[in-house]
């Protein structure tokens, strides 16, 4: 089974830069793709990021540029290092997981607040 970790919300200012993580673990399932998502107070949840097994990413037309999806294979650890934080950046990160025959599992997430 698949679970996932999610680390390093907090509070974060505007124009500044937040880093949060997602630690994967997995008995059995293998991992094909990890993504960020997140969710603002009275708005859906959206997709933010995405790193595959194959290294590719994809991000968010709202936040390319400034976000940055990485993995670390030996920690078995994602990163997402936001930069240039706007106030809609704001709301809940949850780490989601994609495996290759088992299904979907998501994080309990993790919030993120922008101040000035």
């Known amino acids: 089974q698949v679970q996932l970790a999610e680390s390093g919300g907090g509070l974060g200012q505007v124009g500044g830069s937040l880093d949060i993580s997602c630690t994967v673990t997995s008995t059995g399932a293998r991992v094909v793709i990890v993504g960020w998502f997140r969710q603002a107070p009275g708005k859906e949840r959206e997709f933010v990021a995405q790193i595959a097994s194959d290294d590719s990413t994809m991000y968010a037309e709202s936040v390319k540029g400034r976000f940055t999806i990485s993995r670390d294979s030996a920690k078995d650890t994602v990163y997402l290092r936001m930069r240039s934080l706007q106030p809609r950046d704001a709301g809940v990160y949850y780490c989601?997981?994609?495996?290759?025959?088992?299904?979907?599992?998501w994080g309990q997430g993790t919030r993120v607040t922008v101040s000035s």
């Open positions: 989601h997981a994609t495996m290759a025959r088992a299904g979907t599992v």
